[in-house]
Structure formats: structure tokens, C-alpha cells
């Protein structure tokens, strides 16, 4: 690309490959376009002296009246593969043309000069003329757009004699570094290098606008673009899914992935790890473990803020965690176990006067067999309130309990033996004792068919409890077995244990009503198909061959003339 280049006033004029320093070609001058024209009928031309009727003009150096020996001019023919002209600046502006644009031929005043821009009329591929008298106030660039072969450009300019002719014009091409090393070593990376505009005689730095951009190295190149080996991408760890105590699990995303191209991970199958790597990393693990739970602390009841009537009591509860042997006092939010009572309804005794009232006697005739009856008794005010029966006087509780006036003898009648233990030694519990319809027989009792008494009377045979011991002990339930069928309805069983400072204790420690379940249904789904189960040979059992029960061991007597204690 050839520039032609007009430098401002005062200043040297030179000739390169990249700028020409100097007027532009001749052309008509104001003193021209003046001579011929007056008031009268008489025509006299103006000259470049100023001077009417004057011939002198300015020659090629623009010396008026010269020879054109002042200056020497220059003229020549470069043919290049470029078409349409355009005049731009130092910075890029386009005055003329440029950014792919064409103008129409016109006159444009631009760099403190006129310039007249020609073209013949046979379409945007006419040959252009672009002239100016000069100088100019900066550098200007005369460029080519690229379109197709031009038979070249044609170009004029004059330099006085008094300043040198640069015989060696200054030249640039392009110089660049090694590349650097590549960015990765697999996957696709690229290698940098330096690329910078330097003039040819000296090699100094200069913008990068006076090389030519179509012979600009690449500053950039792919390398390494064979895929990297797979390998296992971790994720962070989630957070632990309890705070403290056992059971904490943590969670995290363990992918194969692989790099191919362009230095982005892409996800593949995991057995590709694993070939290479072996097993995949584990994705969740226990937290916390070690971690205690907050507990609450829980006081004792303060008095009744009453000292007759209903009243409240209060304790003092908080929730508070153990650190390194020191204790810390949390909100109650920290405690995820519910928050205990910490007030209860309390009575030391009534306001008003109280007493016992009295049911009526519960008879002896509509049951056979009876020695005594019964009523019951609760302690109430006179408002018919009734109270606990620690707040009547005992000593002025009559009787409850009086021999029958009037017996009436059972042929048979209901036998009890005593209550059992209480099933649980602490918690809640059931208490069981025989039952059984029998006649006396001399002075033993003869058990007979339980039809032969009336079910109405019959005693209970159950009965709830409570054990006396605060339970201490807790539950702890071992994993599921496999279930025992794959369809069709299954059972999962488990051992459930009771233990109190991690040894195993006997299950009357633990509270019965909290007892975890120990079986389980599992696969009811029906089966694909019909399946044969085996089953024991059935053996059949005779009524002569039905156990009898002997009644040899002490028991209480509740339905009895006789009045029998233990037998």
C-alpha cells in the first residue's frame, strides 16, 4: 500500500515509501478563475503577482513567474492491486471515502487545504484524479480499497532543491518473538507471541498502522490438541445434614470428566475413570459424629405461688451444651428435642371447706357368691368440685367395705389369682393374673368350663401399669435384614436393644410405649408369576390329646362364701 503524505506548513518536505512530503500537483489558482473578468468591456488577466494584466504564474515549485528550476519534481507509476482512493489521518479518520464507502466527485476542505477528488463518469471503477495545492496543516495517508487488479496508480509531486532528497526511504515490516510456551499440555491450548511494526533501518518500535496488516504474523496458535486421560472430578462437600449426635451424612457430586478440545471439561461415562483410576471416590461420608447435641437442663419445681386454690409451679429449663468440660447456655431453639413442661397446676388445698360425699352401696343381691360390698368416696366442696383425696381428712373417711346382710350362694363362680409384676420396671406396663370358673369341691377348688359362669361377672384378666423406676435406658434399633421374599409380601426383622451408658441392659430399663418396631412388611408387590411355597407337614391333634391345666399354684379367691385367702 503506497501513502502519500502532506506535511504541515514550515516543514521539511521528503519522499518515502510510507509518506511523500511536498506539494500536490498543479491546478488551476484564484488568480485564474479572476483573469478575464472586469466592468468593461476590456478583459485583463490577474497574475500570481497580483497585478491586473499580469501573465505570471506560479510554475510546479510554486514559485510565481519561475522556471520550475527552484524544485525538483517527481513523477511515477505504481501498480498495485487496489481501487478507489482515500485520504485519511494519523488517527484512523477518513476525510475521503474510506470504511467502505465511495463519494461522489466533489472539492472537501480538510489538513488546512482544498482538495478536488475526480472521477471520470463510467461508474465507480473510473480512473480518479485527487489534487491539491498544499501544504498542509498534518499528515495525510492516500490508501487504496482492495477490489481487483489495477493497472496502478499514477503519482506527481515536487520538493524544493534546498532540502535533500531522502535517497533511502524509510521502510517497516513486521517482527515477532518465539511463541510461548503452550498453556496446557493436553485438551487444546494456545501458544502468544509478540508481534510489533519496526522501521527497517534502525529496527525501532513504530505504531503498528505504518506496516501492512495483510502481512501481519499471527500473534496467536493452537497446540497440545491431543484429549487429556480421564479423571475424577470432586465437588466440595455439602453440609451435614445433622448439626451434632449421630447419623450426620454429607453429600458431593463425584463425576468422570475429560478434556478434548478447547480446553473445556467435558462429562463422561464413569467406567472410564474407573479402568484407568480404579473405583470411583466415595459421595457421601458421616459428620459430626463427635459433635455433642444440645440437651435441656431441667430444675426442680419451685412451691405452689398458692397457699389455698388453684396455684401454679414452676421450673426453671435450659438448653445448654458441654464443650471441653464447660458448659454453655444456648437459646431454646439450639435444643431439637420438644422443651419439657415448665409449669404444672397446683392445689395445697381448697379455699373453701371440703369433705367426703359418699356413692351409695353397691349391693349384694344382683351378684352371687358376694360377702361384702362396696361404695366410693371423693373429696368435694359444696359446690360439688371434687379434689384430690389428700386434701380431705383421712379420719373422717368412712367405711367403704361392709360384710352383706343377704348372700346368695353360686353354684359356680369366678376364681383370680393374684396380679403379676408389672411388665416394665419403668414407663408404662401391663399386669396379668388367671381367670377361671370353678366350683368348690370340699375345700379345693374344681376348675369347669367357663360357660358354666356368666361372662358379664367375669374379672379382668389385664391390667395396665406403671414400673416404679424412672426409665434410664434407651433404645437402640440394629439395620433391617434382607426381606424374607422378593414379591408377594415379605418381613424385615431387626434386633432392638435397651441400653444405658453403651452396654446392653434388660428391656424393662427402656420405656415399653417407646419400644421401636422389630418387624417390618417388605415386597408386596404381587409376584411376576405363581410361586410354590413349601410348607410343614400339618399334624392334627385330637380333642383327647388337648392339655389340661392344673391349678396347684397359690392364687386370690375374689368370688366365695368361704371367704378363702391364699391357698
Known amino acids: 500500500m503506497e501513502h502519500l503524505v502532506e506535511q504541515p506548513r514550515r516543514k521539511k518536505v521528503g519522499v518515502t515509501e510510507k509518506n511523500t512530503q511536498g506539494g500536490c500537483a498543479r491546478h488551476r489558482t484564484f488568480y485564474d478563475l479572476l483573469a478575464g473578468r472586469s466592468k468593461s468591456s476590456i478583459v485583463l488577466p490577474v497574475g500570481c503577482d497580483n497585478m491586473l494584466g499580469s501573465n505570471a504564474r506560479e510554475d510546479q515549485c510554486r514559485e510565481c513567474g519561475g522556471d520550475g528550476s527552484s524544485c525538483n519534481t517527481v513523477r511515477g507509476l505504481v501498480e498495485i492491486d487496489y481501487l478507489q482512493a482515500a485520504i485519511r489521518n494519523e488517527s484512523g479518520h477518513y476525510y475521503l471515502n474510506g470504511n467502505w464507502k465511495i463519494d461522489y466527485p466533489r472539492s472537501l476542505r480538510f489538513a488546512g487545504s482544498i482538495f478536488h477528488y475526480e472521477r471520470k463518469p463510467h461508474s465507480f471503477y473510473a480512473p480518479e484524479t485527487i489534487t491539491c495545492l498544499g501544504p498542509t496543516s498534518e499528515p495525510i495517508y492516500v490508501v487504496m480499497l482492495y477490489q481487483e487488479t489495477n493497472p496502478g496508480v499514477e503519482y506527481q509531486y515536487s520538493i524544493p532543491k534546498g532540502i535533500a532528497q531522502q535517497t533511502d526511504p524509510d521502510s517497516y515490516s513486521w517482527i515477532y518473538d518465539d511463541f510461548s510456551t503452550c498453556s496446557t499440555t493436553c485438551g487444546g491450548g494456545y501458544q502468544l507471541r509478540n508481534v510489533t511494526c519496526a522501521r527497517r533501518r534502525d529496527l525501532e518500535i513504530v505504531p503498528d498502522y505504518l506496516c501492512d496488516p495483510v502481512l501481519e504474523p499471527k500473534r496467536n496458535q493452537s497446540c497440545s490438541t491431543d484429549p487429556c486421560p480421564p479423571d475424577w472430578s470432586l465437588g466440595g462437600w455439602g453440609p451435614c445434614s445433622e448439626t451434632c449426635g449421630e447419623g450426620g451424612v454429607q453429600i458431593r457430586q463425584v463425576y468422570c470428566e475429560r478434556i478434548v478440545s478447547n480446553g473445556l471439561p467435558s462429562v463422561v461415562e464413569d467406567e472410564q475413570c474407573s479402568d484407568v483410576l480404579g473405583p470411583k471416590p466415595p459421595t457421601t461420608q458421616e459428620c459430626n459424629q463427635d459433635v455433642a447435641c444440645p440437651t435441656w437442663h431441667v430444675g426442680p419445681w419451685k412451691p405452689c405461688n398458692r397457699l389455698c386454690g388453684d396455684g401454679v409451679q414452676k421450673r426453671r429449663i435450659r438448653c445448654y451444651i458441654r464443650v471441653e468440660g464447660k458448659i454453655q447456655v444456648l437459646e431454646d431453639s439450639a435444643c431439637s428435642e420438644e422443651k419439657p413442661q415448665f409449669e404444672k397446676p397446683c392445689l395445697l388445698r381448697p ?70 409384676e408389672c411388665s416394665a ?19 379345693t377348688v374344681k376348675k369347669v368350663s367357663d360357660g358354666k359362669c356368666k361372662e358379664e361377672n367375669k374379672y379382668e384378666g389385664l391390667n395396665n401399669c406403671t414400673g416404679k423406676e424412672e426409665c434410664s435406658g434407651q433404645w437402640y434399633s440394629a439395620p433391617w435384614s434382607s426381606c424374607s421374599k422378593t414379591c408377594g409380601g415379605g418381613l424385615m426383622t431387626r434386633k432392638v436393644l435397651c441400653f444405658i451408658e453403651n452396654k446392653t441392659v434388660d428391656v ?21 408369576r405363581d410361586q410354590i411355597l413349601p410348607l410343614e407337614p400339618a399334624t392334627i391333634v385330637s380333642e383327647e390329646e388337648e392339655c389340661i391345666e392344673e391349678y396347684e399354684t397359690s392364687f386370690i379367691v375374689m368370688d366365695t362364701t368361704l371367704g378363702l385367702g391364699e391357698m
Open 508 to 528: 424393662r430399663n427402656c420405656d415399653p410405649s417407646l419400644t421401636p418396631f422389630s418387624t417390618e412388611s417388605c415386597n408386596n408387590q404381587q409376584c411376576s
Open 425 to 443: 420396671r419403668c414407663g408404662n406396663g401391663i399386669q396379668t393374673r388367671k381367670v377361671f370358673c370353678g366350683t368348690f369341691d370340699g375345700e
Open 351 to 420: 379455699c373453701e371447706g371440703v369433705d367426703w360425699v359418699l356413692s351409695d352401696w353397691s349391693g349384694c343381691e344382683d351378684k352371687c357368691g358376694l360377702t361384702y360390698e362396696t361404695r366410693k368416696a371423693h373429696c368435694s366442696n359444696q359446690m360439688g368440685k371434687v379434689y384430690p383425696d389428700n386434701r380431705c381428712h383421712r379420719y373422717r373417711l368412712p367405711n367403704l367395705i361392709r360384710e352383706c346382710e343377704n348372700q346368695v350362694s353360686c353354684e359356680y363362680e369366678w376364681f383370680a389369682s393374684q396380679w403379676s
